[in-house]
């Protein structure tokens, strides 16, 4: 997984904002301030310094020790977090695209950013922050993506949206999220003109908001990925 190294790396050193993106990847590796300090043998208040902003941006050696202990320590627990990125790389190709965030998104402006219209939830847009989010061809992950290769979608965290694309009602995606185990932080039904009741009462009752925009797929990927980079 060098190249996914090298893509984290790159996300702290190309950042604006280098703290929040080191944080947001400790996060995706659920590994907690002290058990990365611990292996970095340092104390768990510079690594809060890093995060916050506090000491200058760091430079390449500590990013690299940075980036090598997140993935030393998933490993020590038994790679599930690498694991997850590398079967998302291998499965799908086509299907879906996955972006990551250099920091975390508030929800509520996500969907503003993409022109998005609420459609249930929406209370909870603002006190919900994501790490990234993947467009989805809905037709193509419905018919062809194996059921157990749909929580693959997701790249390493939930704390996500999932915007499907090639709507028709809005009703076939919101029954393939609600059977599976692992729920997005948001969803979005892309150029869907009417959504099916039932989708929104499955949103609802999963507590998950759901949206809609008609804002064209290019235009969500350039605006997205200038977000993400």
């Given at each position: 997984?060098?190249?996914?190294?090298?893509?984290?790396?790159?996300?702290i050193?190309?950042?604006?904002?280098?703290?929040?993106?080191?944080?947001?990847?400790?996060?995706?590796?659920?590994?907690?301030?002290?058990?990365?300090?611990?292996y970095?043998?340092?104390?768990?208040?510079t690594?809060?310094?890093?995060?916050?902003n506090?000491?200058?941006?760091?430079?390449?050696?500590?990013?690299?020790?940075?980036?090598?202990?997140?993935?030393?320590?998933?490993?020590?627990r038994?790679?599930?977090?690498i694991?997850?990125?590398?079967?998302?790389?291998?499965?799908?190709?086509?299907?879906?695209?996955?972006?990551?965030?250099?920091k975390?998104?508030?929800?509520?402006?996500?969907?503003?950013?993409?022109?998005?219209?609420?459609?249930?939830?929406?209370?909870k847009?603002?006190?919900?922050?994501?790490?990234?989010?993947?467009?989805?061809?809905?037709?193509?992950?419905?018919?062809?993506?194996?059921?157990?290769?749909?929580?693959?979608?997701?790249?390493?965290?939930?704390?996500?949206?999932?915007?499907?694309?090639?709507?028709?009602?809005?009703?076939?995606?919101?029954?393939?999220v609600?059977?599976?185990?692992?729920?997005?932080?948001?969803?979005?039904?892309?150029?869907?003109?009417?959504?099916?009741?039932?989708?929104?009462?499955?949103?609802?009752?999963?507590?998950?908001?759901?949206?809609?925009?008609?804002?064209?797929?290019?235009?969500?990927?350039?605006?997205?990925?200038?977000?993400?980079?």
């Open positions: 997984m060098e190249q996914l190294k090298v893509k984290i790396a790159g996300e050193s190309l950042s604006s904002d280098p703290g929040s993106t080191m944080k947001k990847w400790r996060e995706v590796f659920n590994i907690a301030q002290t058990d990365l300090s611990q970095l043998k340092i104390s768990p208040s690594i809060s310094d890093y995060e916050s506090r000491r200058k941006s760091p430079g390449i050696a500590v990013i690299s020790r940075f980036v090598d202990a997140l993935f030393a320590i998933d490993h020590q038994g790679g599930s977090i694991k997850k990125f590398k079967e998302a790389d291998e499965t799908g190709r086509g299907m879906y695209e996955a972006i990551e965030f250099i975390p998104v508030n929800a509520k402006e996500f969907g503003k950013l993409i022109e998005a219209k609420v459609l249930a939830n929406g209370e847009l603002e006190i919900k922050n994501i790490f990234g989010c993947t467009i989805l061809d809905s037709v193509r992950v419905i018919l062809e993506l194996p059921y157990e290769s749909f929580i693959k979608i997701y790249s390493g965290t939930s704390e996500r949206a999932l915007i499907f694309t090639h709507v028709s009602t809005g009703r076939s995606p919101m029954i393939a609600r059977v599976t185990p692992i729920k997005p932080s948001i969803i979005i039904l892309h150029g869907v003109e009417e959504v099916d009741k039932l989708a929104i009462k499955i949103a609802e009752a999963e507590g998950i908001p759901l949206l809609q925009t008609k804002l064209g797929i290019d235009e969500i990927k350039k605006r997205v990925k200038d977000i993400a980079y």
